[in-house]
């Protein structure tokens, strides 16, 4: 049986800020998908202090702050359903799956990308988008005889 996550109030009222930004702004697809992920990356930072904060027992405080950003943004702010997961494209493809037609991709945070300026030898990290799927976003494929 699945059961829902309601949206919190800070998540409805981010949902808001972003489609009133759209509506102000002609931003392209990746500047929408960008401020997206800025947002679910505030959530999930706060929803973090919170469980750490809640937390008293320091072993679980400390298994739970190192996990990365990305281990938020999916498991508390986009997860809508208990046992719903998270694959790029070509994982679920792998898998024999296909992504349904105009479904919209989840962005995360990639790995760190290193890049030094050559001009001035400094060497800069940034941290691109990557994009997965959910599981409520794909459908078996059809065999073929």
Known sequence: MK???NNTTAEK????????TVKN?????REIQFNRLLEASNQAREIRDAIVE???????GRYLYPRNLNYYI?????KQYEGEEFKTFDEWKKEGETIKRGAKAYPIWG???RVINEETGEEKVYYPMNYVF???QIE?????C
């Open 13 to 20: 009222t981010a949902i808001s800020n972003i489609a009133e």
């Open 54 to 60: 809640y937390e008293t027992k320091e072993e679980i």
């Open 140 to 144: 078996e494929r059809e065999e073929v």
């Open 3 to 5: 059961k829902t996550v």
């Open 111 to 113: 790995k760190p990308q």
């Open 134 to 136: 959910s599981s409520m």
């Open 74 to 78: 999916l498991n508390h702010v986009y």
């Open 25 to 29: 702004e002609k931003l392209t697809d």
